[in-house]
């Protein structure tokens, strides 16, 4: 049998994980998309915490006979690695459009080099544009 303190630790934790990524998504800090498999991660294992006989079950399933919290942690590893995972993805896509932006700014850095050459602009004549406060 998983021994309380284990369980009451492990339903903390997971009401822990869960508030934080509400949070993170309330503060605009983490989008919608990313944190649907932290909140799964946290349900599943807020689940398997609190149903102790359920969590026992599972651990017979799979052999594990000799400490059944081994599954949580088991289970915890597992959506840790699919995160991760899809983050790998993510970060994949996102340097293939990195790259495919700055080959179009490289070709259009080009081309208005290549009209600036033609058509000499006069500073003094030209508008400036606004200065935003940024760097």
């Known amino acids: 049998?998983?021994?309380l303190?284990?369980?009451i630790f492990g339903v903390l934790a997971s009401l822990l994980l869960?508030?934080?990524v509400l949070e993170l998504v309330r503060g605009r800090r983490l989008k919608e998309r990313y944190a649907l498999l932290w909140l799964a991660t946290g349900v599943v294992l807020l689940i398997l915490s609190a149903w102790r006989g359920g969590l026992n079950t599972i651990a017979g399933w799979l052999g594990v006979t000799g400490y059944p919290p081994a599954v949580?942690?088991?289970v915890a590893t597992l959506f840790i690695?699919?995160?991760l995972l899809h983050y790998s993805t993510v970060i994949s896509k996102l340097t293939d459009e990195n790259v495919e932006l700055a080959q179009r700014i490289a070709?259009?850095?080009q081309r208005v080099g290549r009209l600036s050459v033609r058509e000499p602009v006069d500073m003094r004549t030209e508008p400036?544009?606004?200065r935003s406060g940024r760097l």
């Open 107 to 109: 070709l259009l850095e």
């Open 128 to 130: 400036q544009r606004p």
């Open 18 to 20: 869960i508030v934080v």
């Open 5 to 7: 303190r284990v369980t």
């Open 81 to 83: 690695f699919l995160v």
């Open 1 to 3: 049998m998983t021994p």
């Open 72 to 74: 949580l942690f088991a």
